[in-house]
Every structure is written in structure tokens, then in C-alpha cells.
T-cell receptor
Framework: GESVGLHLPTLSVQEGDNSIINCAYSNSASDYFIWYKQESGKGPQFIIDIRSNMDKRQGQRVTVLLNKTVKHLSLQIAATQPGDSAVYFCAERGSNYKLTFGKGTLLTVNP | DAGITQSPRHKVTETGTPVTLRCHQTENHRYMYWYRQDPGHGLRLIHYSYGVKDTDKGEVSDGYSVSRSKTEDFLLTLESATSSQTSVYFC???????????FGPGTRLLVL
């Protein structure tokens, strides 16, 4: 999984499977988190966000889970499709009220 | 791309020349940001704006300046481009400060 600070990891899944992309954050005071999707040659696209007073939030085919105890964030994509192939990265808003972006995880969906 | 355009989309320039990148939004969002994206790094904030003529520095502001004379436009200027400024530059906008940011398509800049 990803950390705001590690080299770009990769995840390869079969079409139709569920994908789980992880993100570890370091600042226990971070209060807001965002997941982005970035396709090759394009700008980052907002997927879903979550505040620190929540543990889980669901969107269309995506779920974000926040575990503040271990400072871990995950993005679950249900029934992964080839169009989901992209780099996914998380962002956290720390105590300085600035967003810090992770380097991302490359998701490859095999047909 | 949430009503955000960037121009030019690609540029090749020589070391020492000035370069200006433009970000234009049609969302009327108050906050605008310039980031650079490089391999091995997450998006890094260069400068941001919290209103017309109100700007502040980000973590990698050296060698860059910005201007915002209208709500919809945010310009990034490299006064004298260096090879280390070869990067992909993204503009972003948000309604609230440091809340969800929506990104433009990016500008690929190559400084030779």
C-alpha cells in the first residue's frame, strides 16, 4: 500500500474483482482525507472524501475506510473495471491546514 | 475537469527564458492553487490564492511568482526557467480553503 512518502506501489486485479488501495498517514491531527484518481496524461479526479469524525463513507462503487488508531486510510473499489486502471492517491489535511498528497498506487485491471 | 482549463497544454522552452502558465475557471471558486507533479513526489504546492490579488507561497515557491487579477484567472510565471522546473503543472480550485480541490488537465513544461 501507499504511504505519503513511499515509492509508487502497484496493484494488479482481475476485472470484476474488488480492489483495495491503502494509504498510511503520519499526522494524527489530520482531520480530512481525499482520494483522487489520475489517468495517464490527465489531471487528478476527485473520487471521495472523508472527515476524521467518520470511519466509513460510501460512494458509487467506492468505499473509503478510515482507521485513526493506526492512521490508515483505504479505498475499496467494487467490481473493478478496465476503466478503473489509473494511479490512485490520497491526500490528508494536517494540523497546518494544508493538504499533503501521497505519491499514489498504480492500479492495473486485467480483462 | 470541473470547468478548469490550462494553457498552454504543452510547452518547450530554453533555460533563462520567462514562461507564463494560465489557469482559467468558470466555477467562480474563491481558492486557486498551482502544483507541480514530478516522479517520486506527490503533488507539491507552489502558490495559492484566496481571492483576487491575495496570494501566498506554498512549499516549493522559489523561482515562481503568481498573479490573480480576476476571480477566474490565476497565472503562474517562471521568471527565468531552469531545467529543474521541467515538470507537469496542475492548477486546482476549491470553494473552501484546503477542502476538496478540483484539478485542471495540466501543462507539460520542458526546459532545455
Amino acid at each position: 500500500g501507499e504511504s505519503v512518502g513511499l515509492h509508487l506501489p502497484t496493484l494488479s486485479v482481475q476485472e470484476g474483482d474488488n480492489s483495495i488501495i491503502n494509504c498510511a498517514y503520519s499526522n494524527s491531527a489530520s482531520d480530512y482525507f481525499i482520494w483522487y484518481k489520475q489517468e495517464s496524461g490527465k489531471g487528478p479526479q476527485f473520487i471521495i472524501d472523508i472527515r476524521s469524525n467518520m470511519d466509513k463513507r460510501q460512494g458509487q462503487r467506492v468505499t473509503v475506510l478510515l482507521n485513526k488508531t493506526v492512521k490508515h486510510l483505504s479505498l475499496q473499489i467494487a467490481a473493478t473495471q478496465p476503466g478503473d486502471s489509473a494511479v490512485y492517491f490520497c491526500a490528508e489535511r494536517g494540523s497546518n491546514y494544508k493538504l499533503t498528497f501521497g505519491k499514489g498506487t498504480l492500479l492495473t485491471v486485467n480483462p | 475537469d470541473a470547468g478548469i482549463t490550462q494553457s498552454p497544454r504543452h510547452k518547450v522552452t530554453e533555460t533563462g527564458t520567462p514562461v507564463t502558465l494560465r489557469c482559467h475557471q468558470t466555477e467562480n471558486h474563491r481558492y486557486m492553487y498551482w502544483y507541480r507533479q514530478d516522479p517520486g513526489h506527490g503533488l507539491r504546492l507552489i502558490h495559492y490564492s484566496y481571492g483576487v490579488k491575495d496570494t501566498d507561497k506554498g512549499e516549493v515557491s522559489d523561482g515562481y511568482s503568481v498573479s490573480r487579477s480576476k476571480t477566474e484567472d490565476f497565472l503562474l510565471t517562471l521568471e527565468s526557467a531552469t531545467s529543474s522546473q521541467t515538470s507537469v503543472y496542475f492548477c486546482a480550485i476549491s470553494e473552501q480553503e484546503q477542502e476538496t480541490q478540483y484539478f485542471g488537465p495540466g501543462t507539460r513544461l520542458l526546459v532545455l
